[in-house]
C-alpha cells in the first residue's frame, strides 16, 4: 500500500512539473508588458529611448522576457537555450534525447532487479537531468568564451574606428579577425545587416539571443551614441576597461568563494560515496532503502534536505556583478 501512495505521489509530481514546463505566459501580465513597450517605442523623447535601452539590459538577466516586454513560453525558452550553446540542435532532438536516456535508464534499472517505481523514477530522473545539465554546460562555456574575447573584440573596434572605418566595416573585421563565438556572432550581425536590416535591430536579436550583459552594455553604448552624438571611439574603449575590470572581480570573487564551494562539493558528495562503498562491500545492509517503506521515505527526505542546503549555499557563494 505504502509503495502504490509512494508511486502515485511521484507520477502526479511528474504530471506537475510537465504541466508546468509547458503552460504558456500570463496573459494580463503580457499585455500589459506590450502596452508598455508600444508607448516606449513611438516616444520621440531622447530620454524615454534611453530608457528603453536600459529595460532592454535588464531583460538579458530575465530569460523568460524579450527584450520588447513580450513573455514566452516554456517551449520557446527551451528553443532560445539551445541556440545559446551554438549547437544546431532542435527542440525535437532535445526531446528525443531526454526520452532515449529515460527508457534506458529505466530498463537497465528494471533489468538489474530494481522496483518498478524506483526504475522509472530514476529514468525519469536522469532523463530529464541530463539533457539540461548538458546544455547548461555547453550555454556556460560558450558565454565565458564569448565574455573572455569580447573586450578584445571592442578595442579592435576601437582601433578601426580611430582609423577611420565606419562602424559596420569594423563590424565585419571582428568578425573575420577574432576567433570563437565572438567572431560567430558578429559574422552573424554583418549577414543581417547586409540583407536589410538595421544595425540596431540586428545587434539586439543577438543580445536577446546570448543573453549577458556584457553584450547589452555594448548595444546601449551604440544606441545612446546615435541618439546623443560623441566620441564613439573613446565610449568603447571606456567601455572595454569597464568589462575588463568586471571580469576581474568575477576572478576575485570566484577564489574567495573557492573554499566553500569545495566544502559543499565534498560534503554533498560524501553520503552518495559512502553508500557506494558500502553497497559494493554488502548490498543485504542497505537493500532495505529500495523495499521497506520507512527506510524510502527516510531517504527522500534525506535527499531533499540536502538539496535545499546545497541550493542555499550555492546562493550564498552566487554574486552578482
Known sequence: MMQNLILATGFMLVLVLIALAFMGPNVGKATSRR??????????????R???????????????????GRSISRTDQLRLRLAQTGKSWTLQQYMITSASIAFLVMAALWIKGAPMYLALFGGLMLGAGLPHFAVNFLMAKRIKQFTTNFPDAIELLVRGLKSG??????????????????????????????????????????????????????????????????????????LADVLRKRAQMKLKIRAMSSES?????????????????????????????????????????????????????????????
Open 50 to 68: 534611453v530608457e528603453q535601452q536600459m529595460r532592454k539590459a535588464l531583460a538579458a538577466r530575465r530569460p523568460m522576457i524579450f527584450t520588447d
Open 35 to 48: 502596452l508598455g513597450a508600444v508607448k516606449m517605442r513611438h516616444s520621440d523623447s531622447a530620454d524615454a
Open 261 to 321: 564551494k569545495a566544502s559543499a562539493y565534498i560534503v554533498g558528495s560524501l553520503p552518495f560515496f559512502v553508500f557506494g562503498m558500502v553497497w559494493s562491500v554488502n548490498q543485504k545492509y542497505l537493500a532495505g532503502f529500495f523495499f521497506e517503506p520507512r527506510l524510502m521515505i527516510a531517504g527522500m527526505i534525506g535527499i531533499v534536505w540536502m538539496s535545499i542546503g546545497a541550493f542555499i549555499m550555492a546562493k550564498m557563494v552566487n554574486f552578482e556583478i
Open 165 to 238: 572605418l565606419p562602424v559596420g566595416e569594423t563590424l565585419g573585421m571582428v568578425a573575420k579577425e577574432i576567433p570563437g563565438p565572438v567572431g560567430e556572432e558578429f559574422k552573424m550581425v554583418t549577414e543581417k545587416v547586409r540583407i536589410g536590416k538595421t544595425m540596431e535591430d540586428a545587434l539586439q536579436e543577438t543580445a536577446d539571443r546570448m543573453g549577458t550583459p556584457e553584450f547589452q552594455f555594448f548595444v546601449i553604448t551604440l544606441a545612446i551614441q546615435r541618439e546623443t552624438g560623441g566620441n564613439l571611439a573613446e565610449t568603447l574603449a571606456n
